[in-house]
T-cell receptor
Framework: SQQGEEDPQALSIQEGENATMNCSYKTSINNLQWYRQNSGRGLVHLILIRSNEREKHSGRLRVTLDTSKKSSSLLITASRAADTASYFCATDARTNAGKSTFGDGTTLTVKP | DGGITQSPKYLFRKEGQNVTLSCEQNLNHDAMYWYRQDPGQGLRLIYYSQIVNDFQKGDIAEGYSVSREKKESFPLTVTSAQKNPTAFYLC???????????????FGSGTRLTVV
């Protein structure tokens, strides 16, 4: 099964609301990354958090990492219609360094 | 502008045909990757290359082949041995393989392959 699994599979919110999506993984990691994918396009790297970090911010994005629970969350604040996309977490397991494993993604729809 | 170019955007393959997907980067990255994405799913690694003239199998290499004769180019051939090739194929690169997960990947826009 996938190392990283996102939850929920789909999320629909109104513009201006916050969106939270979660990623759980099974084995110890070196770091975890979040990517965005617009429909029919490639992935865009959003943010990377290392295993010794607990929280990182980038603009309207906030990522947390709880290694004891083997989980991460991505928070998008004050969402916009342009945030509509699929969001994937990718984990770099310590036993598989250099190769990321991607989850199945959360599809976010932001209604104007 | 630096980036990764995948071509074609759409590709149709007849049963039993081999087809080749192109991936070119001008980022001067050493490492390049091919991923397959099926509807509603994440990415699965097909092949990766850490350096010119070297490549390794990923998790789902059967039915695929690659070459890395130039640093800039990493073409993927989908052979007739791949029984279910209809999917979205993504090429990616990173400065170095060992640090790919420290800096993130740069992805192309993808090629959608359909068997007709």
């Amino acid at each position: 099964s996938q190392q990283g699994e996102e939850d929920p599979q789909a999320l629909s919110i109104q513009e201006g609301e916050n969106a939270t999506m979660n990623c759980s993984y099974k084995t110890s990691i070196n770091n975890l990354q979040w990517y965005r994918q617009n429909s029919g396009r490639g992935l865009v790297h959003l943010i990377l958090i290392r295993s010794n970090e607990r929280e990182k911010h980038s603009g309207r994005l906030r990522v947390t990492l709880d290694t004891s629970k083997k989980s991460s969350s991505l928070l998008i604040t004050a969402s916009r219609a342009a945030d509509t996309a699929s969001y994937f977490c990718a984990t770099d397991a310590r036993t598989n360094a250099g190769k990321s494993t991607f989850g199945d993604g959360t599809t976010l729809t932001v209604k104007p | 502008d630096g980036g990764i170019t995948q071509s074609p955007k759409y590709l149709f393959r007849k049963e039993g045909q081999n087809v080749t997907l192109s991936c070119e980067q001008n980022l001067n990255h050493d490492a390049m990757y091919w991923y397959r994405q099926d509807p509603g799913q994440g990415l699965r690694l097909i092949y990766y290359s850490q350096i010119v003239n070297d490549f390794q199998k990923g998790d789902i290499a059967e039915g695929y082949s690659v070459s890395r004769e130039k640093k800039e180019s990493f073409p993927l051939t989908v052979t007739s041995a791949q029984k279910n090739p209809t999917a979205f194929y993504l090429c990616a690169s990173s400065p170095q393989h060992t640090t790919a997960t420290s800096y993130g990947y740069t992805f192309g826009s993808g090629t959608r392959l359909t068997v007709v």
